[in-house]
């Protein structure tokens, strides 16, 4: 029996961005779409009803945008199981590090190559943050090297155990599991276990959450990319 199709929906303003998404996901019998929106309030709507396992969000909306409409998604319960993918023109789209810290699992650009998106929805679904391409870690390092609004979050890092703090930073070096294990000679399996716990320390919605909590608390500087 084979598994179910992976569900998206398709949150932006304009229709024929929408028609273009829809053509290239479904081109594969693995991906879905169930739902489509033109704004942030539509958006948080559709995905109450429907429960996709990915939202590919576009960030500049009218109305409620993109930002905030990730906000209700994530901080909503009933929604643990959804994964937001943020949509960019540009690779350093001011909004998307904040989209990151809002609890979205990665983001795109909208040029991206049909096979790419494909994989990127794929390992999302999966519950896996899409941080591979060297573009998302320049990002964060772009806005976490700007002047802090608040005061430095390192006090939150005194939950976790001198390991814990030693595999957040190299989460926050964009390290994968199986890097960072053969780094500490330690095995995957060990690492996982070590991700989940800081992740359910530090009340982290997924991996790319924790990249921004490296940078934000200076487990991370951007001068070490």
Do not use: C
């Not at 019998?29 to 576009?58: F, H, K, N, Q, Y």
């Not at 990665?106 to 994989?119: N, S």
């Not at 939150?156 to 070096?173: A, I």
């Amino acid at each position: 029996m084979s598994a179910a199709p992976i569900s998206v929906l398709l949150a932006d303003d304009q229709p024929l961005a929408r028609a273009g998404l829809r053509t290239l996901l479904e081109s594969s019998e693995e991906i879905r779409v169930v739902a489509e929106a033109s704004d942030g309030v539509e958006a948080v709507e559709r995905t109450r009803a429907t429960r996709p396992d990915v939202v590919l969000m576009d960030i500049r909306m009218p109305g409620v945008d993109g930002l905030e409409a990730t906000r209700r998604i994530v901080a909503d319960e009933r929604l643990t199981g959804v994964r937001v993918v943020v949509l960019t023109t540009f690779d350093l789209d001011e909004y998307v590090y904040e989209a990151l810290r809002a609890g979205a699992s990665g983001f795109l650009a909208k040029d991206v190559e049909p096979a790419e998106l494909r994989h990127a929805v794929r390992v999302v679904a999966r519950g896996d943050a899409l941080l591979s391409p060297g573009v998302t870690r320049r990002l964060i390092a772009e806005f976490a090297a700007r002047p802090a609004r608040q005061p430095p979050a390192a006090a939150r890092l005194g939950v976790l155990t001198d390991r814990e703090r030693e595999v957040l930073g190299l989460v926050g070096e964009g390290l994968s599991n199986e890097a960072i294990a053969e780094r500490l000679f330690m095995a995957a399996a060990t690492v996982k276990t070590h991700v989940s716990r800081i992740m359910s320390k530090l009340n982290a919605h997924d991996r790319a959450q924790l990249v921004v909590l490296a940078y934000e608390t200076g487990l991370v500087h951007p001068g070490w990319l």
